[in-house]
């Protein structure tokens, strides 16, 4: 009877394949890591840069955004639709939903989801923009020309209403602080910005905290 010997080679195991996830992989090849490097991504689409999102991919102007790289040529095992479910640190192992995968060093480089308003999870209408689906799914949406309802004037709301401006939507932002961008600047630098959004013809609501939808 023969037995296969487990694989002992040193593995770095990288769960995430965003920008942190792919650029840890790609740096850990660049500066001598000769071993494994298993890169676990949960998303199906080959690792992508999320800020055209709000830009050129939800406009239609560029298909997606994946990176250029080489994965296969770096010896970078690269899996999607791979979700990690746990982590048994007593085995060193992630459990993942198509088993589990040892690892010597293990990276967590999930990032981070947005707010889901209270009762608005699944309702038609509804969207996220997070990832490349939901840019794709929105796309249709701002060529449709609709009234639009953007919560949340940080950067990625400021990006959201130009472009559905650009299309041709009408467009209000709504925000809790009483101003934009009060959590990243200061109000004297965030007081420009608020002509952004009369600039682009987008109705701006500050102190309008969303309860529910
Ligand atoms: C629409 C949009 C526009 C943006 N524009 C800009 C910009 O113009 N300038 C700028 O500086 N920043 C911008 N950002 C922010 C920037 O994209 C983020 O800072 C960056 O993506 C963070 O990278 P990350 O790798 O840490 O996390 P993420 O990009 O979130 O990647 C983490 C990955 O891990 C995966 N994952 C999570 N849990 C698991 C699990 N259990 N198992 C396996 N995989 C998992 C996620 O699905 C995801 O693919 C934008 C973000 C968005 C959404």
Known sequence: MSSQAPDRTPRVVIIGAGIAGVQTAVALREQGWR???TLLGDEPHP???RPPLSKAVLLGKADGS????????????????RRVTALTPDRRQVETSEGPVRYDHAVIATGADPVMLPGSQGLPGVHL?????DAERLRP????QHEIVVVGAGWIGAEFATAAREAGCAVTVVEAADRPLAGA????????MTGWYAGAGAELRTGARVASV
């Open 35 to 37: 071993d494994a490097i």
């Open 141 to 144: 949406v701002l060529a449709a």
């Open 185 to 192: 600047l200061p109000a004297e630098v965030a007081a420009h």
């Open 129 to 133: 923009l997070r990832t490349l689906d």
């Open 66 to 81: 994946a990176f250029d790289v080489d994965f296969e040529g770096l010896g970078i095992e690269l899996h999607l639709g």
């Open 47 to 49: 690792p992508y840069d």
